[in-house]
């Protein structure tokens, strides 16, 4: 049986029920115990403090998305004004705590500053047709990157098992975890709303390939430092192991929805090789005798 189609009810019911199920974690449930601090630090300092990171500029997502998305539904501000962005920055205090906790400094969070490319493309998102081509993007980019922290905290979760540390495994990592399958969920749900309805003419779906393919960054990097610390991330998570089906599972919604009328790209040449150059320039910084953890 194939699965139902998206729709706006559909999709307002799911904001809703996020709302209700997975209100910001509780900061007081966290339990900081740490059996060996050290051995995390020196296994997931790296990814930990480029994850809280990333969760923390949230509020500076915020404000990007207000430039890029000024007519946006009712669902879609509810979504990230009144429950992504709240479960997103209560991460980011729970990871940049456990941080201090494993004797890191904090997490230096960009929470302000919109890019002048974000303002000037926010002009151009008052033409409704392309408004609705940064709108798919923006579902799409949501959807890759919440995969990602999937995986991300998967990996971390079942690390901090293997370590005994189940403590920040359960009240922090996990509780985190649980949140993120709902945000996916809403920009899949989205992104097959706009294409299965039509919402986009041949040439809106042409420019959206055009810039996803052109324009490809991954999540939290913004500098070419940033580029290698994600990187990092990759290779102290083990997601470069087999980094082919990693990507592909990332990349999964945006292969079937762009590339569908290529018989569906299994990989994204653009995004496989964003994750391999940023591994191999990890790997360059690790030969060259780097710190790996923020000191």
């Not at 420019?207 to 939290?220: D, E, H, P």
Request: aromatic share 6%; no cysteine; proline share 5%.
């Amino acid at each position: 049986m194939s699965a139902p189609r998206a729709d706006a009810a559909r999709i307002a019911e799911h904001v809703d029920r996020l709302a209700e199920r997975h209100p910001p974690i509780d900061l007081a449930t966290a339990d900081y115990a740490v059996r060996d601090p050290r051995a995390v630090r020196e296994r997931f300092g790296l990814a930990l403090d480029y994850m809280a990171r990333v969760e923390m500029e949230v509020e500076r997502n915020v404000l990007e998305l207000a430039v890029l998305l000024p007519e946006v539904s009712e669902s879609d501000r509810r979504f990230y004004a009144d429950v992504w962005s709240p479960q997103e920055e209560r991460h980011g205090v729970l990871l940049d705590t456990l941080a201090h906790y494993l004797g890191m400094p904090p997490v230096a969070a960009n929470t302000e500053d919109v890019p002048r490319s974000v303002r000037m493309l926010g002009l151009l998102s008052h033409l409704t047709p392309v408004h609705e081509v940064i709108r798919l993007l923006y579902y799409l980019t949501g959807a890759a990157t919440e995969k990602a922290a999937m995986m991300a905290y998967a990996s971390m979760s079942e690390g901090l098992a293997e370590m005994g540390e189940t403590a920040i495994q359960r009240t922090v990592v996990d509780a985190i975890k649980v949140q993120e399958p709902g945000h996916f969920a809403f920009y899949r749900l989205s992104a097959q709303e706009m294409v299965e309805t039509g919402a986009l003419a041949p040439w809106q779906m042409h420019l959206a390939r055009l810039l996803r393919s052109r324009a490809y960054s991954l999540v939290g990097a913004k500098s070419e430092e940033q580029r290698t610390d994600f990187g990092g991330v990759i290779v102290e998570l083990g997601l470069d192991e087999d980094l082919e089906r990693s990507v592909r599972d990332i990349s999964r919604l945006e292969s079937q929805l762009l590339w569908a009328h290529d018989k569906g790209m299994a990989v994204p040449g653009y995004a496989l090789k964003a994750f391999r150059e940023a591994a191999a320039d990890y790997r360059e910084r690790l030969v060259g005798g780097q710190a790996l953890v923020p000191a």
